[in-house]
């Protein structure tokens, strides 16, 4: 790739910040080799004069992002027309063996279960994921994980942006070795760029990465605030976990369950995810969603190194895999539909 120094005013200020596409993964603050950028509020905020190194605008996920070299760098080709979410080896339904994991997990508990086995076998020495804040309930917040504990506390989707990018910084600061990455597509991207470059200080330690299937995330104000406290009238520590499976499910600690139309939320869904072509995570080494799946989750393992973690997991007893039946094709076609939607809707958005 083509190294262009320029400065964060010409590249992610012009092109990236002000036009209000800039998702607020903080890669950009994480890589600065001059401290120049603190996170805020929901992105990126220039303290000291910039540099030009151009180092932020080359792994930006928004600027000069191509999923054809990224997919040549990851698959070594690109996509042929027909392969809608991606390149992929195979597609599993897969579900965690452990109850500590199915009762703290979202959906089918397989990523929180790769994350433990990798973490416990030496595959890597840390997890970059989210957790919640401590004092704003259900607000996703960037979490290095370094424990099965910690793993544990952690597990379960909280649907407001989560800028991992920075508990990845946290890694590479503490100098503590290999990580595996979590994120939400876009955090995916910028995963990519930063190896295709590479930035070495962070490509050495990113060992491997589990996508999320991501149809847009919510702003914390908005769907928090605004709806379930001001609307429901629900006071957000009472949550003990929030879904979506076709409509906002709130599973609340007293046992009780509300629900709400998905319609009511679509307002506070975070602008920039409209422009996202990407539902499924397709350069991750692992991709993972529900799907409309109850306890499973649909995994698509689609490199070698993903592979290998799936494999030696499923051989340890670590998950299981629901044997093939007609209910997949179902699925992938659901998958298909919804991946290919999400690139026409960010075409006719862009
Ligand atoms: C914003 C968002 C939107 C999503 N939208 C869809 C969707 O439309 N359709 C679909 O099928 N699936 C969607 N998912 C994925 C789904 O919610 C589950 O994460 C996935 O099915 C894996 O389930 P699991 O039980 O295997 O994961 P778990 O074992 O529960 O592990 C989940 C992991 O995700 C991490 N995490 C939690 N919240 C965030 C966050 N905000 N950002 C980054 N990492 C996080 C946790 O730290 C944990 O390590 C979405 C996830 C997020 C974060």
Request: aromatic residues 8%; contains cysteine.
């Amino acid at each position: 790739m083509q190294f262009q120094k320029i400065s964060f005013e010409e590249s992610l200020e012009n092109f990236v910040i002000k036009p209000r596409i800039c998702v607020g993964c903080g890669s950009c603050v994480a890589v600065c080799p001059f401290n120049c950028l603190e996170y805020a509020a929901h992105g990126p905020k220039i303290i000291s004069e910039c540099k030009s190194c151009g180092i932020c605008a080359q792994i930006c996920p928004r600027f000069n992002f191509s999923m054809q070299l990224s997919e040549r760098f990851v698959f070594g080709r690109e996509r042929a027309v027909d392969e809608e979410f991606g390149i992929y080896k195979r597609i599993v339904i897969a579900q965690t063996t452990s109850d500590d994991v199915r009762r703290a997990c979202q959906d089918g508990g397989l990523v929180t279960s790769l994350l433990l086995f990798a973490l416990e076998n030496g595959f890597v020495n840390g997890a970059v994921i989210s957790g919640e804040s401590s004092n704003e309930p259900l607000k996703a917040v960037p979490k290095l994980a370094l424990s099965r504990d910690e793993v544990l506390h952690y597990a379960g989707t909280r649907y407001t942006y989560s800028p991992n990018m920075l508990a990845l910084r946290d890694a590479v600061l503490k100098k503590i070795g290999k990580v595996i990455f979590v994120g939400t597509p876009c955090q995916i991207h910028a995963v990519r760029k930063i190896q295709m470059l590479p930035l070495k200080r962070y490509a050495d330690v990113l060992s491997i990465s589990i996508g999320l299937f991501c149809s847009e995330s919510f702003t914390y104000e908005g769907l928090v605030n605004k709806f379930v406290q001001e609307k429901l009238r629900i006071t957000p520590s009472e949550v003990l976990k929030m879904n979506i499976k076709g409509k906002l499910i709130l599973k609340m600690k007293n046992g009780e369950v509300k629900t709400a139309s998905l319609k009511d939320i679509k307002e506070y869904a975070c602008r920039f995810c409209a422009t996202c072509p990407d539902f499924s995570a397709e350069l991750a080494d692992i991709s993972a969603g529900g799907l409309g799946l109850e306890g499973w989750t649909l995994t698509i393992i689609r490199t070698e190194r993903g592979e290998e973690l799936f494999k030696k997991a499923e051989a340890a007893g670590a998950v299981r895999v629901r044997p093939v039946e007609s209910e997949e094709n179902k699925i992938v076609e659901l998958l298909t539909r919804i991946s290919k939607r999400k690139r026409e809707n960010a075409i006719k958005t862009c």
